[in-house]
């Protein structure tokens, strides 16, 4: 767990401090692939407190969503339909689902240490 905050810790002050800029263009692909990425953390955290982590299952997913959201969402740039909505619907309902039971399990937990 430590190293997964160190990480964090790494990544929020790289991603602060370096210069990085893309072309706005690229700003609904990027924001498709956040999303997805975000659903694996989330789903990874769950899994983590149902002792069912692994590794991985968890990068696999990670850059397997995100890349996929990101060619979802291309491709339906290109050929005119909307498919982000696809990518936004599925991988924003998975998200809160896995904060849902992330929060039972929370509350459970505390109710068992009271």
């Known amino acids: 767990m430590i190293i997964a905050l160190i990480g964090l810790v790494i990544g929020i002050v790289l991603g602060l401090y370096l210069p990085i800029e893309y072309p706005t263009t690229y700003s609904l692909y990027i924001s498709v692939a956040i999303l997805a990425a975000l659903d694996s953390v989330f789903g990874a955290l769950r899994s983590n407190m149902e002792n069912k982590f692994n590794t991985e299952i968890f990068v696999s997913g990670f850059f397997g969503n995100a890349i996929l959201a990101g060619i979802l969402a ?7 339909v909307p498919l982000y909505y696809a990518a936004i619907f599925a991988f924003g309902n ?19 240490l009271s």
Not at 74 to 80: L, P, V
Not at 94 to 112: C, D, H, P, S
């Open 74 to 80: 291309y491709i339906g740039d290109r050929i005119g």
């Open 94 to 112: 998975r998200l809160f689902q896995n904060f849902a039971m992330i929060r039972r399990y929370l509350i459970v937990e505390r109710k068992k």
